[in-house]
């Protein structure tokens, strides 16, 4: 089993700045990937972000790729997401998963956190 803690969220203006984290324990952790997905209201979840604790390679959404930036601290067992220039179309709830990738890309979330709410006022 693995736990997946987050935190970080809130109100924030556009074009201001957030950093969310999540702390990850439990059996073999860092054989996951670790990813960010969001969940906007009445839309689906979709992936954001995603990092290696092996090597920190990491992978973007087309929708955040040069604002949001993803990095983990193997010491601490904790992924964050620094979010710059928020817009309103970022508000959602933030989730990290511990989950598999394959060539490259993000196949299944495994483990999901409690979520983070994110919004981005106009």
């Known amino acids: 089993q693995v736990q997946l803690v987050e935190s970080g969220g809130g109100l924030v203006q556009a074009g201001g700045s957030l950093r969310l984290s999540c702390t990850a324990s439990g059996r073999s952790v860092s054989s996951y990937a670790m990813g960010w997905f969001r969940q906007a209201p009445g839309k689906e979840r979709e992936f954001v972000s995603r990092?290696?604790?092996?090597?920190?390679?990491?992978d973007y959404a087309d929708s955040v790729k040069g604002r949001f930036t993803i990095a983990r601290d193997n010491a601490k067992m904790t992924v964050y997401l620094q979010m710059n220039s928020l817009k309103p179309e970022d508000t959602a709830v933030y989730y990290c998963?511990?989950?598999?990738?394959?060539?490259?890309?993000?196949?299944?979330?495994?483990?999901w956190g409690q979520g983070t709410q994110v919004t981005v006022s106009s």
């Open positions: 998963a511990a989950g598999t990738v394959v060539l490259g890309r993000w196949v299944r979330a495994d483990y």
């Open positions: 990092i290696l604790w092996r090597d920190g390679t990491t």
